[in-house]
DNA sequence: TAAAATCTGTCGGATACCCGACAGGTCGAC
DNA sequence: GTCGACCTGTCGGGTATCCGACAGATTTTA
């Protein structure tokens, strides 16, 4: 099992958090990880259940997010590789937060809780590693919130995607080729599917986009960020 | 100076995360910071400034948030005694990732930067202890972008006095009189004033709360919960 | 105690966005 | 290759919320 775990290595180290851990926290991360595959729609957890440890994407993705009682969403983030989720659990042992959904068929790496516990007891330096990545996702929280209070609709979407792009400030790799639908950009920036694609299309007409079905290429990242900063004609 | 800080112990203790620590670091932190006291309108940090530390307010308010390009705000929380703040650039050693602003005349401890580096070099497992200030923290931001996004204006309004009457989930100290003013509870939710104020209004003629110019007092939780879920005549 | 500053309350007109509906495209499954 | 599922594109009416404006109340400052 340990030999086929680190064909992974170099993809997991794509990431600048896990790039930046100690070697032995990787090898052993590695070593005690076992894979993990879900199919199109299944979820890996859900809001309130209790922690089984942490996992990485390896392939696909996984939306996080929350469902509302009318079955409306609220779409957090969609991660693909190589982005580490479920770590606030591991800290306050509380159960989740929120929801983990397989967008696609998705293959993880799962570290149990046990090994998790085993290694901080013993080394709990380790555990500012891990508070990181806390660290990273409550910029990306608190940037996200900005924007959705202070920015209009247009300008939000821009700002979004270009938060996608940048794989979350480093929480996974970054990409100019942005695979979520449109259908799900839009319970991101929470507008309405229909004006979040009229939104894209004009961006397309300006050629700073390109859009296919479920797939949304970013052509011009300057006039993208200057549209994010209401700086162009609409 | 350590004498006169050794009163303020109690008063820090009412907040769950501060109780919640091994005695020898409530020991520490207390008799390693200063009092600092803040006018009106002063401003602790701003975003993108270097950090000097963390913080707890004794006394008065902070305000917590941002001020968008043409004067907008958004405001995450305003906090007062005794919550904790600034633990973020404390791990990731980045700038602040926003504002913090007193709101009126407001006693702070602080806790310089090098005396935190110096307990945590020594004994790294106290990581996992503001960790656990971070873990909260996410998890309110969580919950709040999810009753942005799935909850309309009046039921956000509710869930918001809500979540401050509770402290922030264990953030700070809860209260049933929210000393806020109505105009910045609508920068927290993200309406205009005038449509934060109509929602109050409603919910004043219904009894559930009572407003006094800057105060907010809930006179009937469980209606107030009823509305935050909207199950209540509009 | 007077003056300044801040906060609340209320009105209507303007508008950004929602939402249902439906057609056409694209993709994966069998 | 064909079918069903999902996704994109577009229209128009309905409406929740914004925004300027202004008056009165309340708190703070001098």
Do not use: C
Not at 191 to 196: A, H, K, P, V
Request: proline share 4%; glycine share 8%.
């Amino acid at each position: 099992m340990e030999s086929s775990l680190h064909r992974y290595r170099s993809q997991l180290e794509t990431t600048p958090w896990f790039r930046g851990l100690p070697v032995e926290l990787r090898d052993y991360l590695i070593s005690h990880a076992s894979l993990l595959t879900l199919e199109k729609g299944q979820s890996l957890y859900r809001r309130g259940e209790q922690s089984y440890g942490l996992y990485a994407v390896l392939g696909g993705a996984l939306a996080i997010g929350t469902v509302g009682l009318d079955g409306k969403e609220a779409l957090l983030a969609v991660l693909g590789p190589t982005a580490w989720v479920g770590e606030i659990s591991m800290f306050d042992g509380l159960p989740r937060p929120n929801d983990a959904t397989a967008v696609s068929r998705t293959l993880l790496l799962h570290v149990p809780g046990a090994a998790l516990q085993d290694l901080l007891d013993s080394a709990p330096r380790y555990w500012r590693d891990f508070a990181l990545l806390m660290a990273q996702r409550l910029r990306v929280s608190f940037e996200n919130a900005e924007a959705m209070t202070l920015l209009p609709a247009a300008q939000r979407v821009a700002n979004r995607l270009l938060m996608i792009a940048s794989g979350y400030g480093g929480l996974n790799a970054s990409q100019r080729r942005i695979r979520v639908s449109q259908d799900s950009l839009a319970s991101m920036v929470s507008l309405s599917r229909q004006t979040t694609n009229q939104l894209l299309r004009n961006l397309e007409s300006q050629r700073i986009v390109s859009l296919k079905s479920g797939e949304i290429t970013i052509l011009d990242f300057d006039r993208l960020r200057a549209a994010s900063l209401g700086d162009l004609n609409p």
